[in-house]
C-alpha cells in the first residue's frame, strides 16, 4: 500500500516541478521593461499564486496513471510501467509542445496560449512567416529535449508491479486509500470546496498584467479556452455589411465628451460604487415595484439624484458587473469577464480614475475568484481586493455565498473611515445577500425573496445613515446600481425585469433631483467620467446621457439567446434561436427596433471575435 501510495506521491511531484520550471523560464524569457527588475519575491509569488492551476492540471494528469494503479490491486500481473509509458510518453510530448509554445509565442501575442492557437493549424505556412528556420529548428529541438527528460523521468519511477496484497484487511485499506486519494485528486482538479471552481482568472495577483500571464499555466489555459470558445464572428450574422454600418452608426455617438447639465458640486470627489445583488425596480415602489420592501431606498431617493428610466444590460452578475463598471454591452450565449484575455483589454471606471490619481480597490463578500472575478477586477484597474477570506471564519459563513451583508458594509465603513483625508479614492462594492437562497439574518417580511432585499436595503439604509456622521461625506458621491434585475413574476423577456433603479448620493451632490432620460446600465461610466471631466472614448459602449450628442436614448439587454431593443417609439423582443419577434409593442416601428437591435448583436459579437 505505502509504495502506491509514494509512487502516486512522486509522479504528482514530477508534473508539478515541470510546470514550475516552465514558470521559471517563461518568467525571464519573456520579462519585458515593465517587469524588470524581477525579484526572487515576484518569482515566488508567480509561481505561489499560480499553483492552484497546476495543481487542478496535475489532477486531470494523474487521474489515468490512478486508474491503472487502483486497477493493479485486482490485475496482480499487471505490467505497470508497459501499461503506462505510451501514456507517459504522449503527455510529456504535448505538455513540452504546449510549454515551449507558449513561452516562445508571447513574445508575439502578449497573451497566455489559447484556443486561438487552433485558428492557424489550417495555415501553418502562414503562421510560420514570421520566424526563420534556425528559430523552428531550435525551439522544436527544445520540445524534444523537454520531453525526452520528463517521459524517462515518469517511465522511471514507474515499478513493473508493486508488492501483492494478502488478507482482506490491507486490500479493505488499499481500497480506502485510494479512495481518499480520489477524493484529493478531484478536489484538486476542482480548486477546492468552494462554490468556484478552478478558473484562469484565480492566478492573478498583480498590477502588471504580465506577473498574472507568467502564473498561468499553459496548459489549464489552452484547455480552457478550447472548451469555452465560439466563432464568435460567423453568430448572427443578420445584416449585410453596408446596412450593418449604416444602422450602427446612429446609435453610439463617437464623443461624448461635452456636459450640459453639472450634477456635482466637484470635479475629485471620492468615488464610491455600490452594486446591489438583483435588486431591479420590482422591489422599489417609485418604479412601480412593491410597496415597503425598500423604505431606506424610498428615502434616500429623496436626497440623492434618481434615475428612473435605467435598463440593465444582462440578466447575470458576471455580465452586469462588466456592463456597470466598463460600460460594455452584454452577450446573450457568453461571458466576456470568463474570458480574461479579452477582459483584460476592457476599458474600466478604476483604470481611469486611477490614471488621474485616485487609489482604487474592491470588495465583495464572496469567493472573489468565482466567474473570474478577480481577473477582470485587477486587469480593469482594481489595486486591491478584499474578499470572503478577509472577513472571520463566522461571518464568511454567515451565507452560502459569503459574509452577508451587514458584515460586509460594516467592513467597508470601517476601510472608508480610516483612510487620509487628502488621498483620492475609489471603491467598487458588490452586496451578495438578496440572492438565492434568500436567507438572511433579518426577518420584517414574511415572504423570504422580498425579506432578502428589504435586509439589504436596511443594511444600505444604515451604512448611509454611519457615512453622514464622517467628514468624507463632504466629498464624497455614492453610485447605488444594481448588476440586473430580478423578479418573481417577470421572466427574463420581460422588458419590467431589466427596469433598475439607479441612486446618486452624498455630499457631492449639488442637489436632488429625478432623471427621467432613457439609458442602459452600462452608460453610467461615461456619464459619471463626464462629470468629473475626464475622458471616456475608451468606453465605446458607454453614453454619457448629458452630452449634446445623446439625441436618440434607447436600451438594449440581452438574455440567453435573445435581446430587447426599447426607445421612445416602443419595446421590441427578440429570440435568435427561434429567429423571430417574440414580444413587440407597439407592432410600429417593430422592423425599426429589430434592425437596430440586431446591429448592436452582429458588431459586439464581430468585435468580440476578432484575435
Request: hydrophobic content about 40%.
Amino acid at each position: 500500500m505505502k509504495a502506491r501510495l509514494f509512487y502516486m506521491l512522486k509522479m504528482y511531484a514530477t508534473f508539478l516541478a515541470f510546470f514550475i520550471l516552465q514558470k521559471i523560464i517563461f518568467t525571464y524569457v519573456n520579462a519585458d521593461a515593465s517587469a524588470w527588475p524581477l525579484t526572487i519575491g515576484d518569482v515566488t509569488q508567480i509561481v505561489a499564486h499560480g499553483l492552484g492551476l497546476d495543481l487542478s492540471t496535475t489532477g486531470y494528469l494523474s487521474a489515468i496513471p490512478f486508474i491503472v494503479i487502483w486497477a493493479g490491486m485486482w490485475l496482480p500481473h499487471l505490467n505497470h510501467k508497459t501499461v503506462l509509458a505510451p501514456y507517459f510518453i504522449l503527455v510529456s510530448l504535448l505538455l513540452s509542445l504546449i510549454c515551449v509554445g507558449d513561452t516562445s509565442l508571447y513574445t508575439f501575442w502578449q497573451f497566455k496560449l489559447d484556443a486561438t492557437i487552433f485558428n492557424y493549424l489550417d495555415a501553418p505556412k502562414q503562421a510560420l512567416a514570421s520566424v526563420s528556420t534556425s528559430y523552428i529548428v531550435i525551439h522544436l529541438l527544445l520540445v524534444c529535449a523537454f520531453a525526452a527528460l520528463f517521459s524517462w523521468l515518469f517511465i522511471w519511477q514507474t515499478p513493473k508491479h508493486f508488492p501483492k496484497l494478502t488478507g482482506a484487511w490491507r486490500k479493505a485499506a488499499c481500497n480506502g486509500m485510494h479512495i481518499l486519494l480520489g477524493g484529493l485528486i478531484f478536489l484538486a482538479i476542482r480548486g477546492g470546496v468552494g462554490r468556484s471552481t478552478m478558473n484562469v482568472g484565480s492566478a492573478y495577483f498583480s498590477e502588471n498584467n504580465y506577473l498574472n500571464h507568467a502564473a498561468i499555466n499553459p496548459a489549464f489555459s489552452l484547455l480552457y479556452s478550447y472548451f469555452k470558445a465560439e466563432d464568435f464572428a460567423e453568430k448572427y450574422n443578420y445584416l449585410d455589411a453596408e446596412t450593418l454600418a449604416k444602422t450602427y452608426a446612429t446609435l453610439y455617438p463617437a464623443q461624448t465628451e461635452d456636459c450640459t447639465d453639472t450634477l456635482l458640486n466637484t470635479r475629485r470627489p471620492n468615488v464610491l460604487i455600490i452594486v446591489l445583488e438583483g435588486f431591479g425596480g420590482y422591489y422599489v415602489e417609485e418604479l412601480g415595484g412593491v410597496k415597503d420592501v425598500a423604505p431606506q431606498m424610498s428615502r434616500l431617493i429623496k436626497e440623492g439624484i434618481f434615475f428612473d428610466n435605467v435598463y440593465a444590460n444582462s440578466f447575470r452578475t458576471d455580465r452586469g458587473l462588466v456592463s456597470a463598471l466598463s460600460g460594455h454591452i452584454s452577450y446573450p450565449t457568453t461571458s466576456i469577464m470568463k474570458m480574461p484575455a479579452k477582459s483584460g483589454r476592457l476599458p474600466g471606471i478604476a483604470r481611469t480614475l486611477r490614471a488621474n490619481g485616485y487609489h482604487t480597490d474592491f470588495l465583495y463578500g464572496g469567493d472573489i475568484n468565482f466567474t473570474n472575478m478577480r481577473s477582470y477586477f485587477t486587469t480593469t484597474g482594481y489595486q486591491q481586493l478584499t474578499s470572503d477570506t478577509d472577513f472571520s471564519l463566522a461571518e464568511r459563513t454567515s451565507s452560502s455565498w459569503g459574509a452577508h451583508d451587514e458584515y460586509a458594509f460594516e467592513k467597508l465603513y470601517g476601510m472608508i473611515k480610516t483612510r487620509p483625508e487628502n488621498e483620492l479614492w475609489h471603491t467598487g462594492f458588490l452586496t451578495l445577500s438578496s440572492h438565492e437562497p434568500f436567507e438572511v439574518p433579518y426577518n420584517r417580511l414574511e415572504d423570504k425573496r422580498l425579506n432578502s432585499f428589504a435586509y439589504t436595503d436596511h443594511c444600505l439604509g444604515k451604512f448611509i445613515d454611519d457615512l453622514k456622521k464622517l467628514p468624507v461625506w463632504d466629498n464624497l458621491l455614492i453610485v447605488c446600481i444594481p448588476d440586473h434585475g430580478s423578479s418573481p413574476t417577470f421572466s427574463i423577456t420581460s422588458p419590467e425585469f431589466y427596469h433598475v433603479p439607479m441612486l446618486w448620493l452624498g455630499g457631492a451632490i449639488r442637489q436632488a433631483r429625478v432623471v427621467h432620460t432613457l439609458m442602459n446600465q452600462s452608460d453610467m461610466p461615461a456619464t459619471l467620467l463626464g462629470q468629473l471631466g475626464l475622458p471616456h472614448t475608451d468606453f465605446s459602449y458607454s453614453r454619457n446621457i448629458f452630452s449634446e450628442a445623446y439625441t436618440y436614448p434607447f436600451a438594449y439587454s440581452t438574455y440567453n439567446d435573445g435581446f430587447l431593443f426599447k426607445d421612445s417609439t416602443g419595446v421590441t423582443i427578440y429570440d435568435n434561436a427561434a429567429q423571430k419577434v417574440v414580444s413587440t409593442a407597439p407592432e410600429t416601428g417593430t422592423e425599426t427596433r429589430e434592425q437596430k437591435g440586431k446591429s448592436i448583436l452582429q458588431t459586439s459579437y464581430d468585435e468580440l471575435g476578432k484575435p
